[in-house]
T-cell receptor, first 114, second 115 residues
Framework: DSGVTQTPKHLITATGQRVTLRCSPR?????VYWYQQSLDQGLQFLIQYYNGEERAKGNILERFSAQQFPDLHSELNLSSLELGDSALYFCASSVSPGSTYEQYFGPGTRLTVT | AQTVTQSQPEMSVQEAETVTLSCTYD???????LFWYKQPPSRQMILVIRQEAYKQQNATENRFSVNFQKAAKSFSLKISDSQLGDAAMYFCAYRGETSGSRLTFGEGTQLTVNP
């Protein structure tokens, strides 16, 4: 158990819908990362937050957005869902955003868009 | 942009034998970190081993060791005395100082351990 929690574990929804994925980082970790794992794109970085502020953006679609709240939990919002958005979404956390700090992964949320 | 390549989509090994998984990367950064992650059927991402680029000594964690060739930009993982529980997808990953702390992953190698 990495100490990073993600809810829900599974999510099934229809095209065009909007969903919110939630992540709670390890106690004491200030930085949160979101990654997407799909059959087509592999594992790719979406976005990073540090202490409530967006820190870095990767291959995140405009239909997707995220935020980190004052209690440091983070939410990833996916809207106008398409079949291709079906994937496993991971959250990871680290103490600080620097590259020397280890990232600990949550168990992931499996999203299925039908 | 940094890229990570794993040229072996699948590998298999006999229990108790040794197997080596290959990884190459491309970067212009001088300071970076390399990782091997294991993803078993549970889908959890588990850190196996990490290597700092400035360290010449290869990292070792119990039965897992790496062969880090900085000039060749190669980072292979050796698993000794393979166990059934080692069966998983293995991802090589890169994280650089100037590219932020994002991880860039390879395509993965599916390892099967035969009893």
């Amino acid at each position: 158990d990495s100490g990073v929690t993600q809810t829900p574990k599974h999510l099934i929804t229809a095209t065009g819908q909007r969903v919110t994925l939630r992540c709670s980082p390890r106690s004491g970790d200030l930085s949160v990362y979101w990654y997407q794992q799909s059959l087509d794109q592999g594992l790719q970085f979406l976005i990073q937050y540090y202490n409530g502020e967006e820190r870095a953006k990767g291959n995140i679609l405009e239909r997707f957005s995220a935020q980190q709240f004052p209690d440091l939990h983070s939410e990833l919002n996916l809207s106008s869902l398409e079949l291709g958005d079906s994937a496993l979404y991971f959250c990871a956390s680290s103490v600080s955003p620097g590259s020397t700090y280890e990232q600990y992964f949550g168990p992931g949320t499996r999203l299925t868009v039908t | 942009a940094q890229t990570v390549t794993q040229s072996q989509p699948e590998m298999s090994v006999q229990e108790a034998e040794t197997v080596t998984l290959s990884c190459t990367y491309d970067t212009s950064e001088s300071d970076y970190y390399l990782f091997w992650y294991k993803q078993p059927p549970s889908r959890q991402m588990i850190l196996v081993i990490r290597q700092e680029a400035y360290k010449q000594q290869n990292a070792t964690e119990n039965r897992f060791s790496v062969n880090f060739q900085k000039a060749a930009k190669s980072f292979s993982l050796k698993i000794s005395d393979s166990q059934l529980g080692d069966a998983a997808m293995y991802f090589c990953a890169y994280r650089g100082e100037t590219s932020g702390s994002r991880l860039t992953f390879g395509e993965g190698t599916q390892l099967t351990v035969n009893p």
